[in-house]
């Protein structure tokens, strides 16, 4: 074989890929200043999808694909990029002048996989307008499954999904799972329900019913159609707070409350207020997760619960009180970045595709006991202030405010079981994390969307 003609033959191939590309993102580019034919974007959009699932590849030392292959779950990195943070916005067309947003109507959709009847299975996804239930949504559409979503969009944007919108196997309903609900699914990712303090305090009463009338109805759809069911979590309750007057964005939604034992492993039982301004997300979990297990044993449902620790990127809502977010929101805007207490607490943050692997394994595992899914690695958080502020804007100031009372001094989640059980660990560093999200909320900020 003559090496030199292979080479070169390679080296052409490179070439003209590379050429097309340029010419994609040229035709994308003329195609938002209104200068081609509808008929381009969708050949673009097409022929972008189907480079980038060529793409499909671990690399031990870049991030370049997420998922698992026992499960059939991996994706280009890219290829979601593409949905999340495009290149060029293939959908809008932000007018800086007028301060218009045009939304370009597209019949095409991203190439997923094609599965015979025999493999594809119907997921209902409830909540999946929100921001995990996004992500879990698109892994799930390019694996090649049927989506219905439901959602009633207290929280959730339509926008967070619409790129599936008319695709033959997605289906979107606008529904309050607080109401019954009737569909023949094979599995359920129950994860409606508020997760941020400013939406779950906004109505109280409301959050409870969603988390045991809603958890009550699809429990009932799981044991009436034999599904899967698998119950979104939280790694707890908020810490024992009296009324507070003030934001505590460094806090997350744990079941164990202030926790008495450090990490907190799946059998500690946590340390909460029942009565609490944060009650109505606390107890609702915990009601939960008992209503999923009393399902299990008394109706042989066969349930999945997945105990959630901090997680962020992209699609996160900008107001929802949380330490990323507000961090980054306030780099973006120019302001001081605020934190409490001298910063020296720590925090675990995980990024939105390590979840979105874990439930999935998760989902698709003989193991029916509480799963942990959280990074265990601890970061101060003014280390993550810093973080943020190096990525947006160095010259951004940090301040400090007075810490609330009892504010938890750590934070860190034992993933020993998801380890061993699931052969799940958190891949994506976060820093890499981190300038993804803010990535994302500028996009957001140039669109005018936030």
Known sequence: MNTSAGQNADSAEKNATNQNETAADATMISLVNGSDSPEDAERIHWESGRRLWRTVEKNADTITAVGHECVKSVVPLDLLRYLYLPRHPHDRYFDTETRTLSYIRSRSFLPVK???????????????????????????????????????????RKSNIAHWIGHPNFELIRHDVVDPFLIEVDQI????????????????????????????????????????????????MYPKYPILHYPIPHLSTQIYGDPEVHPQSETYWGNVNPIGPRACYDEGKRVAETLTYAYRHQDHVNVRVARIFNTYGPRMNENDGRVVSNFIMQALRGEELTIYGDGSQTRSFQYIHDLVDGLILLMNNDCDLPVNLGNPDEYTIRSLAELVRDEVNPDSNITTLKAPVDDPKRRKPDIARAEDKLGWKPTWPVRQGIQETVHYFRRQMEAGLV
């Open 114 to 156: 094609s599965l015979p009847p025999g493999q594809r299975k119907r997921i209902l996804v409830t909540g999946g307008a929100g921001f995990v239930g996004s992500h879990l949504v698109d892994r799930l559409m390019l694996m090649g499954q049927e989506v219905i979503v439901i959602d009633n969009y207290f929280t959730g």
């Open 189 to 236: 990712y129950h994860l409606a329900c508020p997760a941020s303090p400013p939406h779950y305090q906004h109505n109280p009463i409301k959050t409870v019913k969603t988390s045991v009338m809603g958890t009550i109805n699809m429990l009932g759809l799981a044991k009436r159609v034999k599904a899967r069911f698998l119950l979104a979590s939280t790694s707890g």
